[in-house]
C-alpha cells in the first residue's frame, strides 16, 4: 500500500482480555518496527523484523507480549491478560531494510490507540 | 550507557532564531542518521537524513554530523511557531541487524 496501516485505530478493553494489533507495512519494506508511546512519553522499543524473523526482542515488556510476521508482509502484536499499564498508542513502521542508503528511512502508521479498564 | 542520547528539553527559542538540537550515539560503527518530528498526538515524521560528516541543508533545516565525536545535531533557522513539536533523533545500530535506534526526544517549543 501507499503507506503503513495499522488496525484498529481505536480499541478498549476490559482487563485480562486479550488484544491483536495489524500492521500492514509498505509494500517491498523489508524492516519492520513495533513501537510503544505512553501520554507525554517517548518511543519505546518493542520488536524488529527483519522479513520474517525478529533479530531482536529485547523491548517486549513481559511474556504477555508476542508478536509474529508472515510472509515478509503484515505483522501482529498481541497482548494477552492485557493490564491498565499496557494503556499507550502502539506504533509500527517500516523501512526497506538492509544496508544501502536510505534503506533505513523509517515510515510509521498512525498507531492503535489501546485503553484497557 | 544509552545508545542515542538527547536533552530532554524543553528547549524555548523565539520566533525567528535558530534552534539547535543535539544528539550522542555510542556504536562507533553507525553509517545511518536521522531527524524525525512528532507533534503531540501524531506519529513521528521524517525531516532528514545523514550519511556523511558535514553539514546537511534542506529548506530551514541543517544536519550536521561529526562521527570522531559521535554527535549529529539539527539547526532550525527562522524558528516557526509551527515547529514547537518533539525532535527524536535516531542511528542505525549494526548490531541486531542494522536496527534504528530513537533517542527519548528533544521538546522544542517556538514563541511568537
Known amino acids: 500500500g501507499a503507506g503503513v496501516s495499522q488496525s484498529p485505530s481505536n480499541k478498549v478493553t476490559e482487563k485480562g482480555k486479550d488484544v491483536e494489533l495489524r500492521c500492514d507495512p509498505i509494500s517491498g519494506h523489508t524492516a519492520l518496527y513495533w513501537y510503544r508511546q505512553s501520554l507525554g512519553q517517548g518511543l519505546e522499543f518493542l520488536i524488529y523484523f527483519q522479513g520474517n524473523s525478529a533479530p531482536d526482542k529485547s523491548g517486549l515488556p513481559s511474556d504477555r507480549f508476542s508478536a509474529e510476521r508472515t510472509g515478509g508482509s503484515v505483522s501482529t502484536l498481541t497482548i494477552q491478560r492485557t493490564q491498565q499499564e499496557d494503556s499507550a498508542v502502539y506504533l509500527c513502521?517500516?523501512?526497506?531494510?538492509?544496508?544501502?542508503?536510505?534503506?533505513?528511512?523509517?515510515?510509521f502508521g498512525a498507531g492503535s490507540r489501546l485503553t484497557v479498564l | 550507557q544509552k545508545e542515542v542520547e538527547q536533552n530532554s528539553g524543553p528547549l524555548s527559542v523565539p520566533e525567528g532564531a535558530i534552534a539547535s538540537l543535539n544528539c550522542t550515539y555510542s556504536d562507533r560503527g553507525s553509517q545511518s542518521f536521522f531527524w524525525y518530528r512528532q507533534y503531540s498526538g501524531k506519529s513521528p515524521e521524517l525531516i532528514m537524513f545523514?550519511?556523511?560528516?558535514g553539514d546537511k541543508e534542506d529548506g530551514r533545516f541543517t544536519a550536521q554530523l561529526n562521527k570522531a565525536s559521535q554527535y549529529v545535531s539539527l539547526l532550525i533557522r527562522d524558528s516557526q511557531p509551527s515547529d514547537s513539536a518533539t525532535y527524536l533523533c535516531a542511528v542505525n545500530i549494526q548490531e541486531y541487524g542494522n536496527k534504528l535506534v530513537f533517542g527519548a526526544g528533544t521538546i522544542l517549543r517556538v514563541k511568537s
Open positions: 513502521a517500516s523501512s526497506l531494510g538492509g544496508y544501502s542508503a536510505g534503506a533505513n528511512v523509517l515510515t
Open positions: 545523514i550519511y556523511s560528516n
